[in-house]
């Protein structure tokens, strides 16, 4: 099956600072999502992004499906910021599958 | 709109006993997910529904898990008997087929 892997697993940052997460697939997708976990367990969508840029505030993330890979950009840290980053990765109608997740520690 | 409801939230019980977890999907929502995460893990699929039809049930652990969608609307998962490596947050997710999923705030499970 799909294989993802997010970089770095931890990362531990100043408030203000900016920061840039990662995440690599095995095959093509056509479905990518971003999630935050919060300290309460739960899931929260930051982007559905298939492909292309988005923007959200303090937040973008890019998608090069043909290069395989999603970047999730995060600036002007804040310490609400801190948790756990998961990009999760679907081919057709196959199930949503996780990487292990980025932990971002933003300290003040 | 209403999200994806969950319960209970916490739940502690003794290995060997039994529980059952509830999901009531997003409304119009034909794709149902279960997902089990392990403390420091991602989430790992369980059982995936089209209405009330299993698409993928290849990692449910069948002696002991089962789950049931009635009426290709809301779901419950049941383990039975639980073991200590059951300990996990259970997710339940809802997706128009198989565009942008959403999760409920998922079950923690400590079995004792």
């Known amino acids: 099956g799909i294989q993802v892997e997010q970089s770095p697993p931890d990362l531990i940052l100043q408030e203000g600072a900016n920061s840039t997460l990662r995440c690599n697939f095995s095959d093509s997708v056509n479905n990518l999502q971003w999630f935050h976990q919060n300290p309460w367990g739960q899931l929260i969508n930051l982007f559905y992004i298939p492909s292309g840029t988005k923007q959200n505030g303090r937040l973008s993330a890019t998608t090069v499906a043909t290069e395989r890979y999603s970047l999730l950009y995060i600036s002007s840290s804040q310490t609400t910021d801190s948790g756990v980053y998961f990009c999760?990765?679907?081919?057709?109608?196959?199930?949503?599958?996780f990487g292990q997740g980025t932990r971002l520690t933003i300290n003040p | 709109e209403a999200g994806v409801a969950q319960s209970p939230r916490y739940k502690i019980i003794e290995k060997r006993q039994s529980v059952a977890f509830w999901c009531n999907p997003i409304s119009g929502h034909a794709t149902l997910y279960w997902y089990q995460q392990i403390l420091g893990q991602g989430p790992k699929l369980l059982i995936q529904f089209q209405n009330n039809g299993v698409v993928d049930d290849s990692q449910l652990p069948k002696d002991r898990f089962s789950a049931e969608r009635l009426k290709g609307v809301d779901s419950t998962l049941k383990i039975q008997p639980a073991k200590l490596e059951d300990s996990a947050v259970y997710l339940c997710a809802s997706s128009l087929t198989s565009t942008e999923a959403f999760f409920g705030q998922g079950t923690r499970l400590t079995v004792v």
């Open positions: 999760a990765v679907r081919q057709g109608a196959q199930k949503l599958v």
